[in-house]
């Protein structure tokens, strides 16, 4: 088949690229002039350049296509206005690109996320039957592509993944927290009361690839996870022991987390850059329960995931170390 990925330069969208070829796919990926190619220059791919918020690109894009995996969006921006406009807007552009020029599609898979839905009201993981309840711009506006899709339905066939965090090669942002552990420090957030559920990005793969063939799909949204409840500190442990560190734990109050998200905050607003911290990503990180069920995954699609958390996490601090992104 040929695919279309968007979002392909990026974190999940590499290792996706990747696993597609494997299977013998043929894919095509949208990318912007200034998209950093390195983790797929060496790949047999079509390019398409281009971008959400470029109609005739999009077309070109989807033209001919037999599949589209959507996974190009924002997981950090300055203000609502650019969660908004990358991750609803240009999912409806898409959305509208594909029905006009390639309706025959066979699948139109949307990566969202576990923001999209909220975290759980207690330690009981949310399943798909729960009602969303965003409790970010990000979520709100991951939400917002979701129902773009959902709008499609009877026209295209599309099925909706809501992976939980994702970590391994070439993840950036808990690569921050690989850095702190390898400098001896295990910071909790609020004390670290939180539990999480995560996914390996090579598990996140293979069930995206499931979702290609399987008809019964369509018109469903999965959650995606490793199955287990992590707490925030038992994450951290499994870095220091995929690093062969002892740490020491220095619990940060939330107040002074709330004055870094405003120092944050002040300093997207100037420099119009993503920051790691604002009021935003600080109101996910006061949530306690950021837990979902991947019953309905395990069963309509046989899902399976294989890499447990201590597994994972030395296989990225492994990849990290090769790629100088970590010393030692
Ligand atoms: N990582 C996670 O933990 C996680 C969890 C749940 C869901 N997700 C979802 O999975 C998807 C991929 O996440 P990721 O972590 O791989 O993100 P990422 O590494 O930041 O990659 C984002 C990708 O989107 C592309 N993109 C952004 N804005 C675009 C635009 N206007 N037009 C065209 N392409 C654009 C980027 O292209 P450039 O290279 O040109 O910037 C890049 O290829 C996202 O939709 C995210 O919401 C991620």
Redesign the pocket.
Known sequence: MLILV????????SHLVGGLLAQGHRVRC???R???LSFIASLPLEHVWG???DAESLERACRGVDAVYH?????KAPDAATYFR?NEQ?TRSLLEACWRVNPEVRRFVY?S??AAAGPADGSTPIDETCPPHPVSHYGRS?LAGEEAVRAYAGRLPAVILR?A??YGPRERDILTYFRLVQRGLKLLPGGGAHQVCMIHVSDLVQLALRVLEDERVVGQTYFACDGEAHDLEAVLDAVGAALGKRTLRVVIPVPLLEVFAALGGIWARLSKRSVLLNDQKLQEMKQRYWLCDVSKARRELGFVPQIDLQTGMALTARWYREQGWLSG
């Open positions: 968007t979002g392909g330069s990026g974190f999940v969208g949208l990318l912007r200034t998209s950093d971008a959400l918020d996974l190009a969006g924002v997981t990358v240009g990566f996320s576990l991951k992976p965090p994702v």
